[in-house]
């Protein structure tokens, strides 16, 4: 499964978030992703008035503006002539672009990232790597689960990296998406200019940088920036080599995780079980109160949370699915791809792992899915009836669970944020406006 998935399929819209593009699969390492990319239509990068050679001499122009930028920041050319040398990728070209016919469900999701085969491998490899993990704990304080789960998401555990038809040469990766027309070609010109400067380093890998489509890099997906300020070397031959290093891999995750503020000890949350008649307006998304207050509104934490740890509570397939309440170091893990379904994937994996069972309230599979366009036209409808959903961009983020929330308020139904097909086309039907 995993990258392999998206060979097959459709890729989907989130550009940079592999596991999204992937379906399954993987994903990037990429802060604050899930704003990389819409749907961006192709466009010729000559324009319409220029002959056939355009592509490849505004291509050329492009690569040689970068070198030329990167030598400036001290590449030396050997380095820098590789880019010039290189022609565009087309089917990284092509993956931005693609769009997916219709929206994955989360428990998709969930089911393809928490197989029992998935499950048994990391187990597996939290014995195989049993003293490395001690000694990540012992040095950074982030949990052997929580770094096993993101190693079997994001990579399968590293299986991944050894398929040749899946890992692509970086520079020619990035360079495809930093010179081609997208609003993004900013954010991967910077991580190509990271990427040379990589390459250019003694320390770093001792080949051509090797990474997915995206550019993400190694075990755990590191893009080439968040290689360069969070990438350690923790098993000492003096390279930060997360490629083939599994130590230097897990400890630069957790190095990372680190960073941007892990909580050691503390869980990223946990399901929850709600009371009868339970107001679910108080299920959110952002309001966050503290555990013993959700427990004295009789919401249930179905594994052991501390009393004074705080928590927001959401209901990601609506009143039919599970309600979980989320911690801090959910938000960290949001970090690494901010789809909920990723996260919620990478946490769960981790409870697996842990030797914690399956979710005690399943979701509304029988449930029919929109597709894009009919995501986009529930939320230009809400947006018109007074209701902003954010951007109609066709994925349901938290925007739009606020919009139908405030939508169903208004109109005196349950407000769990989640749009159903009689829900859909009563929103699409709708000629009501916010009172
Ligand atoms: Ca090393």
Redesign the pocket.
Known sequence: MGWRQRRFGAPMRRAATIAFLMALGPAALIPGAVEIVSAEPSAPAGGAAAGADAQPLAFAHCTGAVAAEAEARGVPAGVTDRLRALSPDADVAAAPQGQAEFVKPIWSYLDANLTETRIAEGRRKLAEWSATFDAIEARYGVDRFILAAFWGVESTYGSVLEDPGIVRPVLRSLATLACSETPRAPYWRAELIAALEIQAQDKGPPGPLTGSWAGAMGHTQFMPTVYQAHAV?????????IWT?V??ALASTANYLTAMGWRSGARWGSEARLPDGFDLALADETTERSIAAWKALGVVPIQALAEDGTATLILPAGARGPAFLLQPNFRIILRYNTALAYALSVAHLSDRLRGEAGFTRDWPRGDAMPSAGDVRSLQSRLAERGFPAGAADGRIGPRTRAAIRAYQAANGLPPDGYADAPLRERILASSETKP
């Open positions: 070397d923790f098993d000492g031959d003096g390279r930060r080599d290093s130590p230097d």
